[in-house]
């Protein structure tokens, strides 16, 4: 039996999700825009699914806009927000060193359109400073994008106070929530942000289906050019089956969240405490104490990262370096090294990010296989620090 221990990177969809696909694909057909019976059946599953969405993360139905992930819903806010922006001549952006590379690309495409850019660094801990931010504002300030929890190390970043920060000098601020919706509550009112990314896959939910949160009153000019679907901000004939299920998915993560955290959280605990105490030279990477429940990131010292998941695979167990959509580089993480830790750290950590179907005997299974494999690995390559 294999254990899967990669959440971070995709979720299994839940057995409802996909039940509610199905149904929806064969009962729900019709073109969202079309006027009669068909359609107007399937723009009513689209609108349950907004509302859905909607109360998993404190918002008005009229404010969620349904995209293809969080990679879109990420450009969709900063191209969209800077266009705006810059009809005003406000033409800089900031970013933090710790993002997504779908915000950190879409920041140096805005740069090579002419605007200038900002990336923050942040400490040790993985996180941003309130006066790095502050120091970076100008009046020229179009859009601040700072992600909520990241996907890597776990950490969760102060939104509210650094979107407070951000809005003293008129800037839009937007995060990426990916990594924290279905983990831990998420109240985009509370956290003051504009704009907020989503992405279904990450909450046991399908892939190819996110959400932009568009504060009511924010303007923000559209990527795509065609209809006029999702109130004219992303045209396009909706995913109506994935936006179902996405639905479905944040109905269930709503319902689960605060018994699953803690449950989760206490297998974490019981992973990362049991890898330190059976294997020398083990260090966890960023703040333990302000992460999402699932999460921890490991660095094994005098061992390679990616030969260490080619050997838990072989056993099995299914692990990560790092975020999925930067998985066949030879670079070490960004992340770690936006942390200031060392070349050779960030190239020998691991990421073990857990969810709903782990138990107490996954996590001593990878305990009782993980020394034993690290210790064959160190004894293969004692040149490495």
């Given at each position: 039996m294999r254990l899967y221990?990669?959440?971070?990177?995709?979720?299994?969809?839940?057995?409802?999700?996909?039940?509610?696909?199905?149904a929806a694909s064969r009962d729900a057909f019709g073109n969202p825009s079309s006027v009669h019976h068909d359609g107007q059946r399937a723009k009513a599953s689209l609108d349950a699914a907004r509302s859905a969405v909607a109360g998993l993360i404190g918002a008005e139905s009229s404010e969620v806009v349904f995209t293809s992930g969080g990679?879109?819903?990420?450009?969709?806010?900063?191209?969209?927000?800077?266009?705006?922006?810059?009809?005003a001549d406000r033409r800089h952006v900031i970013a933090a060193a710790f993002e997504h590379e779908a915000v950190l690309n879409t920041v140096k495409a805005l740069a090579r359109a002419g605007f200038a850019t900002t990336v923050l660094p942040l400490d040790a801990t993985g996180i941003l400073s309130p006066d790095c931010l502050r120091d970076a504002l100008t009046a020229e300030t179009a859009v601040v994008s700072v992600m909520h929890a990241n996907n890597e190390v776990g950490t969760i970043q102060p939104i509210a106070e650094l979107c407070a920060i951000a809005h003293e000098r008129g800037a839009v601020f937007?995060?990426?929530?990916?990594?924290?919706?279905?983990?831990?509550?998420?109240?985009?009112?509370?956290?003051?942000?504009?704009?907020?990314?989503?992405?279904a896959h990450?909450?046991?939910?399908?892939?190819?289906?996110?959400?932009?949160?568009?504060?009511?009153?924010?303007?923000?000019?559209?990527?795509?050019?065609?209809?006029?679907?999702?109130?004219?901000?992303r045209p396009g004939t909706e995913n109506v089956p994935g936006i179902v299920g996405f639905g479905v998915a944040a109905?269930?993560?709503?319902?689960?969240?605060?018994?699953?955290?803690?449950?989760?959280?206490?297998?974490?605990?019981?992973?990362?405490?049991?890898?330190?105490?059976?294997?020398?030279?083990?260090?966890?990477?960023?703040?333990?104490?302000?992460?999402?429940?699932?999460?921890?990131?490991?660095?094994?010292?005098g061992v390679e990262a990616e030969s260490l998941l080619i050997a838990l695979d072989l056993e099995g167990i299914a692990v990560?370096?790092?975020?999925?959509?930067?998985?066949?580089?030879?670079?070490?993480?960004?992340?770690?090294?936006?942390?200031?830790?060392?070349?050779?750290?960030?190239?020998?950590?691991?990421?073990?990010?857990?969810?709903?179907?782990?138990?107490?005997?996954?996590?001593?299974?990878?305990?009782?296989?993980?020394?034993?494999?690290v210790e064959r690995l160190r004894s293969l390559a004692p040149a490495l620090p």
């Open positions: 221990f990669d959440y971070n990177a995709t979720t299994p969809p839940a057995p409802e999700v996909v039940d509610a696909m199905v990679t879109e819903a990420d450009n969709l806010a900063l191209r969209g927000a800077a266009a705006v922006a810059a009809e937007h995060t990426d929530a990916v990594q924290s919706a279905g983990k831990i509550p998420v109240d985009v009112r509370a956290l003051g942000v504009d704009l907020a990314s989503f992405s990450k909450l046991y939910g399908p892939k190819g289906v996110g959400a932009l949160w568009i504060r009511r009153g924010v303007r923000l000019a559209p990527v795509l050019t065609g209809g006029r679907q999702e109130r004219n901000r109905d269930l993560a709503a319902a689960r969240l605060e018994h699953e955290g803690a449950r989760v959280a206490a297998l974490r605990n019981r992973l990362e405490e049991g890898v330190l105490a059976r294997v020398p030279g083990t260090d966890v990477n960023g703040a333990r104490g302000r992460r999402v429940p699932n999460t921890t990131n490991i660095s094994f010292a990560s370096t790092g975020s999925a959509c930067s998985s066949g580089t030879l670079e070490p993480s960004h992340v770690l090294k936006a942390m200031g830790l060392s070349s050779h750290r960030a190239q020998s950590s691991i990421r073990f990010s857990l969810g709903v179907s782990n138990t107490e005997r996954d996590v001593d299974r990878l305990l009782d296989v993980l020394p034993a494999v």
